[in-house]
């Protein structure tokens, strides 16, 4: 049977003590914040005592984490002058449940400031600060990942080819029939957008000049790259982080493997290898788009399309395209794999780092193929 929490005060023996007595349990929450608050206020009195307080716990019934807590929250609050509460006649069951379940004070953020302006700048240091941190991890976990293919290199017998192959047809493989049709659609909807403007100036013919030379140059590396870093980058995130988070990497650590070469260095070098011949793939479906609405649209007919296109373009404008691949392919594997190695404990972290695993690989990629592009220009290749 449940009793009511209660609190007495005790001066028989000439000194004074509150007496504790019920149940002190969550399933009376109401009574016993309310006589905790009557605790606290007979301890704190009226400012004029000076002598410590007793609390007499000998004669309490049950007590669980909720009356526990409540109880130190209200000697604590009630002794804040400095003077002292202690418990006494306690059972050592409730004793150990008392010191498990303190009552700490919870440390409030500073008040944020009021200039605005300051505050933007902090917050634009911050990220600067933040900005340079990451690419500072992102170059050590490049250097992780070299010196794991330099000493597979030296011991080739460590190579994971199966898991190579693996990572081939997943990302490569499996990775065509999208690739491919979304390279034909961008490669029709070049070419029409092209005839339409161009035909008004009675140089239609110039579209298979604009479709082959922007396809090779740029279009087809970097829309393989993009899908490839929604697709296999974030994969790659969110296998190494529920790895993590499983503790799979320290267990492989423990057996004495390496993460970098067992896990990592496969899907890099899958990317390396794949990413161009995706890149070719795209490159070919784009120009067949771009045929076929030259043909259907403009009347430029494939043996046409095909010759002027021949000389539109050479060896290097095909090479360029290629060229940026296994660049490409190198950030987006180095940035998956370093925000996987990152996740945390929980599924906010896996998801947050997913995200920004697709946000920085795409944004590097579009960098990268811009600087290269300046490259380019500035060689006159």
């Known amino acids: 049977m449940t009793t009511d929490p209660n609190v007495a005060i005790d001066e028989s023996s000439g000194a004074t003590r509150l007496v504790v007595t019920g149940d002190w349990v969550s399933t009376q929450a109401t009574a016993v914040e309310e006589q905790a608050a009557l605790l606290a206020r007979q301890l704190a009195g009226d400012g004029s005592r000076t002598q410590d307080v007793a609390i ?13 807590w409540v109880l130190d929250r209200a000697r604590q609050e009630g002794a804040a002058d400095g003077r002292k509460a202690p418990f006494v006649n306690t059972r050592p069951d409730h004793l150990l449940l008392l010191e498990k379940v303190h009552y700490r004070e919870v440390e409030r953020p500073p008040a944020a400031g009021h200039w605005r302006l300051i505050d933007f700048l902090a917050s634009v240091g911050e990220s600067v600060v933040d900005f340079g941190r990451e690419m500072g991890r992102g170059v050590s976990f490049l250097g992780e990942v070299v010196a794991g ?10 190579f994971r080819f199966p898991a190579f192959v693996n990572q081939m047809e997943q990302t490569a493989f499996r990775s065509v029939p999208i690739v491919t049709l979304i390279s034909f659609l961008v490669g029709c909807i070049v070419a029409q957008q092209g005839i339409f403007q161009m035909q008004r100036f009675g140089a239609a013919m110039f579209v298979v000049d604009l479709t082959g030379i922007l396809v090779l140059r740029e279009l087809g590396v970097l829309l ?10 974030s994969a790659f995130t969110a296998e190494l982080g529920s790895m993590k988070m499983r503790e799979e990497i320290d267990a492989l650590r423990v057996m004495g493997l390496d993460p ?17 011949m995706l890149t070719f793939l795209a490159s070919m479906a784009a120009l067949l788009g771009g045929g076929l609405v030259a043909w259907i649209y403009g009347g430029i007919t494939p043996d046409i399309f095909l010759a002027r296109l021949k000389a539109a373009i050479d060896f290097s404008t095909f090479m360029v395209g290629l060229v940026k691949a296994p660049f490409m392919a190198l950030v987006i594997g180095i940035i998956a794999s370093h925000e996987g190695m990152a996740v945390g404990g929980s599924a906010e972290s896996l998801g947050r780092q997913v995200t920004a695993s697709v946000v920085k690989a795409i944004f590097m990629v579009i960098v990268m193929d811009g600087l290269f592009a300046v490259f380019f220009a500035a060689i006159n290749f």
């Not at 007499?56 to 526990?68: C, F, K, P, S, Y």
């Not at 293919?149 to 460590?158: C, F, M, N, T």
């Open 224 to 233: 393989t790259s993009i899908m490839i870093a929604g697709r296999s980058g």
């Open 56 to 68: 007499d716990l000998g004669e309490i019934g049950r007590l669980d984490t909720v009356g526990a």
């Open 149 to 158: 293919l330099a000493r597979l290199v030296v011991h080739p017998g460590r």
């Open 260 to 276: 970098v070469e067992v896990l990592i260095v496969p899907r890099v070098l899958a990317l390396l290898v794949g990413l161009p």
